[in-house]
């Protein structure tokens, strides 16, 4: 390996491909267990490398020097080979400040909840000291005394529901686990910021929930862009412009999202998703293919045999499953959005894209009960309208040409650059 990164779990990762867009070099990625860490660093077989959970803490004690911020911290994600002289840097502190630099959220004479106690937690509160926070505490499972106060989450609920700023820097939430949320912020009343430095999903429930109470919030992709850049100038000893963080950023961020299509039933969007796709070179999902696939029959024998409930219910287990992933084109059926459940689903990373069609356009199908007849159609169109509304990113108008539908989609949601995936 001469780059790359190496921590226990790294099928979430996107930093191959952050990495090769920054400087075109080939950037692997090595899981290691645990009892292989020493071996692996020992070897100095590798030019440089990033180092993400659970091996940042004990890394640095494997290396040869440490740079004066990591040295403060604890914790190393960069470790660059000098002729055989291992030198450690966190670039995480960087791509951190950043981050919360550009969310516009403010740390200063603030009080600072970080969750967890792990190399990035380390990471948090040396940026919110740097950043003028006016205390600071560590939220843990269980209590724990050390250097900094580290309080139990039913502490943090009872006796720091003050706090004004959360930051998360567990695990949870992270792909797989994608709905699962370490903490109910409706308990704290005094929040001006929310920051997650999870990016895979780009956006956590806990950070939908803040968008949700109108908190300022940010999620992680743009640390771990940053901290790439800043990283991949230490491998190479050369300096970047600031620019390429925010090209960069809004590259990958473009090329992860995956493009939603909600509306009425005959709207296009199994049409104009399948255009879009193609001319993204994008996989394309249709949720309600995927339905009928699982129980080998059509979705109106479904309604037939089992109801509607049972139907729905198919329908978020298949929302649930496709909303883990990113950079596709997914088309859903006329009644997915009207679950908040699929909604939040939806939303882990996904860009929402309501096909407005007129309801003179639009036409009875027989294998679709709720909108076989003009009258049924009708009624669902003066119901669903104002909830496609409020659940879309974005409004298509949708007149006869599935092909203008399909550019206008994107260009208003700025793909360009994501012609391959």
Do not use: W
Request: glycine residues 6%.
């Amino acid at each position: 390996m001469k780059y790359g990164l190496i921590g226990e779990r790294l099928t979430h990762s996107f930093s191959k491909e952050i990495h090769e867009k920054i400087a075109g070099y080939n950037y692997e990625l090595k899981e290691l267990k645990k009892d292989e860490l020493q071996g692996f660093i020992k070897s100095k077989s590798f030019s440089a490398i990033n180092v993400t959970i659970p091996y940042k803490e004990a890394a640095i004690e494997l290396i040869d020097s440490v740079s004066e911020k990591a040295e403060e911290i604890g914790a190393v994600n960069t470790i660059v080979n000098k002729d055989g002289k291992l030198c450690g840097y966190n670039t995480d502190f960087y791509g951190m400040r950043a981050m919360i630099n550009k969310s516009g959220i403010t740390l200063s004479g603030k009080k600072v909840l970080i969750l967890g106690t792990g190399g990035t937690s380390k990471t948090a509160f040396a940026v919110a000291k740097d950043l003028g926070a006016k205390s600071i505490l560590k939220v843990s499972r269980s209590e724990k005394s050390g250097t900094v106060e580290t309080v139990s989450y039913a502490t943090a609920y009872s006796e720091h529901k003050d706090a004004d700023i959360i930051i998360n820097t567990t695990p949870c939430g992270m792909y797989p686990n994608v709905y699962d949320t370490p903490v109910d912020i409706n308990r704290f009343k005094n929040l001006s910021g929310v920051i997650d430095v999870i990016y895979n999903p780009l956006s956590t429930l806990l950070i939908q929930n803040a968008k949700e109470l109108e908190i300022p919030c940010i999620s992680g992709l743009y640390m771990l862009v940053a901290q790439a850049v800043y990283a991949c100038e230490l491998f190479l000893d050369k300096r970047f412009e600031e620019t390429l963080i925010k090209d960069i950023y809004h590259s990958i961020l473009a090329s992860k999202k995956n493009i939603v299509l909600i509306g009425m039933p005959s709207s296009g969007k199994t049409t104009i998703g399948k255009l879009v796709a193609e001319k993204l070179s994008r996989e394309f999902i249709d949720t309600d293919d995927e339905i009928t696939k699982k129980e080998n029959k059509e979705i109106s024998l479904i309604f037939e045999e089992s109801g509607e409930e049972y139907f729905r219910n198919l329908e978020t287990e298949i929302i649930k499953s496709v909303s883990k992933l990113t950079g596709k084109v997914i088309s859903t059926g006329g009644g997915a959005v009207l679950k908040s459940e699929n909604l939040k689903a939806l939303k882990l990373n996904s860009e929402i894209f309501l096909l407005d069609r007129e309801m003179s356009f639009l036409l009875p199908t027989a294998d679709r009960p709720l909108a076989n007849s003009k009258d049924k159609i009708k009624a669902l169109y003066s119901e669903r309208m104002p909830i496609y509304m409020a659940a879309s990113d974005k409004v298509i108008k949708v007149e006869t040409d599935a092909v203008k539908a399909a550019d206008e989609i994107i260009k208003v949601g700025k793909y360009y650059e994501n012609k391959s995936n």
